[in-house]
């Protein structure tokens, strides 16, 4: 059982270029996230998907799309990368669609350098 | 709207001493809240949630939070530091819809010998 696990774990880009981050979990979760941090802003959700088949945007939509490929698996792509996309990106899931007091769990990271 | 504020952006503690953590929160309706954290270059680890059950709420690794309801708070506490306790926390209340999570700016937590 890995939990959720993501891809790659860091990636250098140049500015214009574009790339997909992959994330996958194993815990047959319904709901599944995307989340930037950057120093002294906590994590600021950028997309979401509640349940298979749905995506919505979160605080920090722009320059990005997703994905929900299955159940298991949610992207991230930024289709023209620029220097204020650097940042550490994290996925997330959850159990139950919608519900405020499920647990998040979250993947180890990748870190995106855009130069 | 939901919101978060950490009050300090940096504790220093000395091993075996207690430690505090604050947070205050805003919420329109009866909130979920949430500690995590996150050690180095590490993703984030549920330390303990409130869920409007006991207030008092007890965690992993002997962190424990209690919700104050009237003073809007979620402090997060535990009696003796130990020095693999040196990481950042986030205070996390959750959205009214899908679950989504907001972010308090993060406490980062020094453990001094």
């Known amino acids: 059982n890995a939990g959720v696990t993501q891809t790659p774990k860091f990636q250098v880009l140049k500015t214009g270029q574009s790339m997909t981050l992959q994330c996958a979990q194993d815990m047959n979760h319904n709901s599944m996230y995307w989340y930037r941090q950057d120093p002294g802003m906590g994590l600021r959700l950028i997309y979401y998907?509640?349940?298979?088949?749905?995506?919505d945007k979160g605080e920090v939509p722009n320059g990005y799309n997703v994905s929900r490929l299955n159940k298991r698996e949610f992207s991230l792509r930024l289709e023209s990368a620029a220097p204020s996309q650097t940042s550490v990106y994290f996925c997330a899931s959850s159990g139950q669609q919608g519900a405020r007091w499920e647990t998040q769990y979250f993947g180890p990271g990748t870190r995106l350098l855009v130069l | 709207a939901q919101s978060v504020t950490q009050l300090d952006s940096h504790v220093s503690v000395s091993e075996g001493t207690p430690v505090l953590l604050r947070c205050n929160y805003s919420s329109s309706y009866s909130p979920s809240l949430f500690w995590y954290v996150q050690h180095p270059n590490k993703g984030l680890q549920l330390l303990l949630k409130?869920?409007?059950?006991?207030?008092l709420v007890k965690g992993i690794n002997g962190f424990e939070a209690e919700f104050k309801k009237s003073e809007t708070s979620f402090h997060l506490t535990k009696p003796s530091a130990h020095m693999s306790d040196a990481a950042e926390y986030f205070c996390?209340?959750?959205?009214?819809?899908?679950?989504?999570?907001?972010f308090g700016q993060g406490t980062e937590l020094s453990v001094k010998p």
């Open positions: 409130y869920t409007s059950a006991a207030t």
């Open positions: 996390v209340v959750s959205d009214n819809q899908g679950g989504k999570l907001i």
């Open positions: 998907s509640a349940s298979e088949g749905t995506t």
